[in-house]
Structures are given as C-alpha cells and as structure tokens.
C-alpha cells in the first residue's frame, strides 16, 4: 500500500454541516448529541416565552384588579365550646 491509497482512505470532512456537540460521561459513553437544529429550536422557544410573558404582563397590567367576593356566613353553624 502506497502513501497515496492511505490518504484516500481517510474520510472526507464536509465544512458545510455545521457544528455538531457531543457529551460523554466519564466512562466514554455517548450521553448526547447536540445538533444545529437543537441550538435553532432552543432560541425559537426562548423567543416565544419571551413574547408570550410581554403580553402577559400588558394584559395583566390594563385589566381591571380582581375584586375579592365577600365572605359568605354558613346557614347551619355549631354552637360556640365553651373553655373552663
């Protein structure tokens, strides 16, 4: 085997993928895998809670206070105990 059959053999590394993460624990097993469309996935989701808590505090802020509803008195109570 010449020098010019073991560089063919080598894979090809394609710059145009991206990134790519991946976590091993501390035995060398693959725990995860973190991809491009992971990374887009977590902003969209950050980008809506962020929209969703913006129109959350305006509502709350021009709606109109919640009144708190009078205790009402039960119909039958129990006598009061009395303590000697």
């Known amino acids: 085997m010449n020098k010019f059959e073991s560089r063919q053999s080598q894979p090809k590394l394609d710059t145009d993928e991206g990134w790519v993460v991946q976590v091993y624990g501390s035995n060398r097993r693959l725990l995860c895998v973190l ?5 887009w996935i977590f902003l969209i989701g950050c980008g809506v809670g ?3 808590s913006v ?3 305006n509502v709350a802020r021009y709606s109109p206070p919640l009144e708190p509803t009078p205790p009402t008195e039960s119909p039958v109570r129990s ?3 009395q303590v000697d």
């Open 55 to 57: 129109i959350w505090i």
């Open 79 to 81: 006598p009061a105990l």
């Open 50 to 52: 962020l929209l969703f």
């Open 35 to 39: 991809e491009p469309s992971h990374g």
